[in-house]
């Protein structure tokens, strides 16, 4: 990925999410449950699971829902605080 591009993702360790995206490509749910540092759950009221991108500090999540047990509609996204 190109330096421009990794700017947009401000202070993301991106190493660290792209770790993180390979473990999902290799995971199934009982896996993600066996990893405490991932903090993988439900989003409440919808069909998407989440877990941290980096820490649990961090603003970034790797969202996507489960379809026949494969991953589907994988996203990473930033949590704004509105307060």
Do not use: C
């Amino acid at each position: 990925m190109k330096s421009k591009q990794l700017n947009k993702f401000g202070t993301l360790n991106t190493t660290k999410a792209f770790e993180r995206i390979a473990i999902l490509n290799e995971a199934d749910e009982k896996s993600l449950l066996l990893i405490p540092a991932l903090h993988y759950h439900k989003l409440k009221g919808t069909s998407k699971y989440s877990i941290d991108a980096e820490s649990r500090n961090s603003p970034w999540r790797i969202t996507f829902q489960w379809e026949n047990a494969e991953m589907k509609n994988v996203e990473l996204v930033r949590i704004e605080d509105t307060h």
